[in-house]
Structure formats: structure tokens, C-alpha cells
T-cell receptor, first 109, second 114 residues
Framework: AQRVTQPEKLLSVFKGAPVELKCNYS??????LFWYVQYSRQRLQLLLR??SRESIKGFTADLNKGETSFHLKKPFAQEEDSAMYYC???????????FGQGTTLQVKP | DAGVIQSPRHEVTEMGQEVTLRCKPI?????LFWYRQTMMRGLELLIY????????DSGMPEDRFSAKMPNASFSTLKIQPSEPRDSAVYFC????????????FGNGTRLTVT
């Protein structure tokens, strides 16, 4: 069964501190993993996907199949990073996309 | 492109009333998803369609919920009768399904059932 777990509901850090938002998944096939972000008063939008191996707004995420994790990291948090972050898993066979419970990132000045 | 369009933006209704939420996906997209967002459970997938056909409705809470997609440019999510525990933000999202295709979300409908 597909499952995504984000263990932290809230992560609060100071500006300039490193950030790591945790995501673990359960899936028997080959996973497609994403991070989505929802800024205040904006719609949910794609932040990055594992296949692209890209850095967006200073964020990176590495797929670790051994640990079944896809943690989101940024070395130096900025206040504008404050938002709700969702990790998501898609089935390559069906396109079904499920989300974790989300983590609210709060970056304090 | 205006993106995924949902209506209404806000809906306040009394328990027992019928509620219909509407979604217009991005033109050309062939997959459409309905999600429910609550503080307790985050984003839950309710149902999704590929080429207007419901593929997986296992997330629909109970028989009070139903969804339709009569054509490629329109979908509805209906709750009848509504209950206070249905209060949430309901999101519609669409994509042109292929490997690693991202979802495009609407602004959501905030439903309050009193």
C-alpha cells in the first residue's frame, strides 16, 4: 500500500539555520516522489521532484531507497520559506498521488 | 491559462443540506483529483479520474459523498446530506498524466457545515 509519513506537524527555526523536513514513504514499486508547498493565501504548488535532482529556492531532496526517505533540506532558512510543506508519492502505474500530513515550517527572524 | 478553477470559494451550509463543489481542470489535462484538507489529517485523496473515468474512489469517506466527471472540462463533488465533520477545504487538481507529471491545484473551496 502507498503511504507517506511526515512525522513533524510543526518545525520552527531561526533565520539562517539549517532546515530538514522529514518524509518517509511506503511503496512496493518504483516511487515517484515530490515536495509541494503552500504559502499563505496561495494555492498548493510543486516545489521539486526527485527525478529532476534540482535545487529550487535553495531546497534539495534526495531519494534514499534504503531508508525509504525523501527528506527536504535547505542549509540556510529564510523568512519567506515559512509555509506548509507536503511530501507526495505517486504510483508510476496508475498516477495515483497521495500526500503526507504536511509540516508547517515557521522561520523566525 | 487561468489554471484550475474551483467554485464556490467559500460555502457555509446547515447540517443535512446538499452541497455541490465544482471544478474546471486545465484544458488538455486528462487526470483530475479531489482532495480534502483538514488540520488533523492533512491532504486526503478522495477520488481521481483518468480520461473522465473514476479510477480510485477508495478515499471517499462514505456514501454521502459522490463525484462525477461528465466531460473533460468539468467535475463535481457532492455531499448529501452534509454533516459538521465534513467541514474542510476541498481541493481539485489536474494534470496531463505521464511519468513524474506535477499536479496543478485550484484555490480550494472552504466548506463550513453548521
Amino acid at each position: 500500500a502507498q503511504r507517506v509519513t511526515q512525522p513533524e506537524k510543526l518545525l520552527s527555526v531561526f533565520k539562517g539555520a539549517p532546515v530538514e523536513l522529514k518524509c518517509n514513504y511506503s511503496y512496493s514499486g518504483s516511487p515517484e516522489l515530490f515536495w509541494y508547498v503552500q504559502y499563505s493565501r496561495q494555492r498548493l504548488q510543486l516545489l521539486l521532484r526527485h527525478i529532476s535532482r534540482e535545487s529550487i529556492k535553495g531546497f534539495t531532496a534526495d531519494l534514499n531507497k534504503g531508508e525509504t526517505s525523501f527528506h527536504l533540506k535547505k542549509p540556510f532558512a529564510q523568512e519567506e520559506d515559512s509555509a506548509m510543506y507536503y511530501c507526495a508519492l505517486s504510483s508510476s502505474n496508475t498516477g495515483k498521488l497521495i500526500f503526507g500530513q504536511g509540516t508547517t515550517l515557521q522561520v523566525k527572524p | 491559462d487561468a489554471g484550475v478553477i474551483q467554485s464556490p470559494r467559500h460555502e457555509v451550509t446547515e447540517m443535512g443540506q446538499e452541497v455541490t463543489l465544482r471544478c474546471k481542470p486545465i484544458s488538455g489535462h486528462n487526470s483530475l483529483f479531489w482532495y480534502r484538507q483538514t488540520m488533523m489529517r492533512g491532504l486526503e485523496l478522495l477520488i481521481y479520474f483518468n480520461n473522465n473515468v473514476p479510477i480510485d474512489d477508495s478515499g471517499m469517506p462514505e456514501d454521502r459523498f459522490s463525484a462525477k466527471m461528465p466531460n473533460a472540462s468539468f467535475s463535481t463533488l457532492k455531499i448529501q446530506p452534509s454533516e459538521p465533520r465534513d467541514s474542510a477545504v476541498y481541493f481539485c487538481a489536474s494534470t496531463f498524466y505521464r511519468y513524474n507529471s506535477p499536479l496543478h491545484f485550484g484555490n480550494g473551496t472552504r466548506l463550513t457545515v453548521t
